[in-house]
């Protein structure tokens, strides 16, 4: 029988700031989200984070560490002009969120410029966003990822697939209309529930043969259209690994850039002991096998595996700290360890 949904933990930002500020702050950035002519002033005064055909612009400091800088709209106003382009542009940025000082913060997107023109003029260089996600710290990765998923979706969301005609957009970049047939479309995410599956002393991990050598990841699936997240969940486990998960747990959840935007539900989930031969299906992973404690422990120690003289990695890791996935595989051996 499954057990209802529980949350295991009390987010830092439940507890960490002041109501007041905190709804002030939201009533604003929905009132610059909804409202075009607050979102045009927003902008006037706002944060602008540069992309290059969907790269986000990382600038490295002195001390070797890398920023996400936030430009002023008089700067990208100044950048484009000294590129020849129309300062005009800068009002296709896409609002993402506001500071902790109602400060708006918005995407741009400048793919359609030299790279190196604007990289030279900005003191920075434009990264592909895994690589950003490692180089980055803590709060600027989701940050960033939200900025590259609005800017993805504006991009491919052109079109209207009832009528064929050019949608558009409003000023925040919060939705996209086709004034022909009054559809109104909102950014996409697809659900995806991730697990970690206990047997009570071991953790299942599986790979797909796209993952790096030698890493290994809770398991993950995409929920189907009317699925509740229990239900896919249980669907997953038994149609990658052949086991029937008996109890689950709710742990936390993430947006997920990668490949396009998902939205990670994260749980723990228990099997019977008496129960875990795992068959995998080898059309969706490549292996899936029980890792002990120990075996665990040390993989979340690899901060960067070790690799032959072809670039492959020569041990067992799992993902790096920025993915959800390593939350659940490091909660998983807190428990153990609370257990013994
Ligand atoms: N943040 C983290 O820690 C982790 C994140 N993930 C993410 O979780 C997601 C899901 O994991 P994965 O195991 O690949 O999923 P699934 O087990 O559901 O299998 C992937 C298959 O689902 C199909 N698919 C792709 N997109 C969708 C969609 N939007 N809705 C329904 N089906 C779809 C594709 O099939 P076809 O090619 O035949 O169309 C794809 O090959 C991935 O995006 C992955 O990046 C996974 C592990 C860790
Ligand atoms: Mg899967």
Request: aromatic share 8%; with cysteine.
């Amino acid at each position: 029988m499954l057990q209802p949904l529980r949350i295991l933990f009390r987010p830092k930002w439940m507890v960490s700031r002041s109501s007041a500020s905190y709804v002030s702050r939201m009533r604003h950035l929905n009132k610059i989200k909804e409202e075009d002519e607050a979102c045009r002033a927003a902008l006037q005064s706002g944060n602008i984070f540069l992309y290059h055909k969907l790269a986000p612009l990382l600038r490295r400091t002195d001390s070797g560490i890398y920023q996400l800088p936030a430009l002023q709209t008089k700067d990208v106003e100044e950048i484009l002009e000294k590129l020849g382009e129309d300062k005009e542009m800068v009002k296709e940025s896409i609002l993402i969120n506001c500071t902790e000082q109602n400060e708006a913060q918005f995407s741009f997107d400048v793919g359609a410029i030299e790279q190196a023109a604007v990289e030279e003029l900005c003191r920075g260089t434009f990264v592909d966003l895994r690589k950003a996600f490692f180089l980055l710290r803590g709060s600027e990765a989701p940050l960033v990822a939200r900025g590259q998923a609005l800017l993805r979706w504006h991009q491919t969301n052109g079109f209207c697939s009832s009528t064929g005609q050019p949608t558009q957009r409003n000023q925040s970049g919060s939705q996209r209309v086709c004034h022909s047939s009054g559809i109104t479309y909102y950014p996409k995410m697809s659900p995806v529930v991730i697990v970690l599956v206990s047997d009570g002393k071991r953790c299942l991990l599986g790979r797909q043969s796209t993952f790096p050598r030698g890493m290994y990841s809770a398991l993950a699936g995409f929920c189907d259209i009317g699925e509740t997240m229990e239900e896919a969940l249980r669907r997953e486990i038994a149609e990658e690994v052949g086991l029937e998960v008996e109890s689950i747990q709710y742990s936390c959840s993430q947006h997920w850039p990668f490949p396009q935007s998902s939205f990670m539900v994260a749980c723990h989930a228990t099997v019977n002991p008496d129960k875990t031969h795992v068959s995998v299906d080898k059309v969706e992973l490549e292996d899936a096998r029980w890792f002990s404690l120990e075996e665990v422990q040390e993989a979340l120690t690899i901060k960067a595996p070790p690799r032959n003289n072809k670039g492959e990695p020569t041990v067992f890791w799992v993902p790096p700290s920025y993915a959800i996935a390593n939350r659940l595989i490091q909660e998983w051996a807190n428990q153990q360890h609370l257990k013994s």
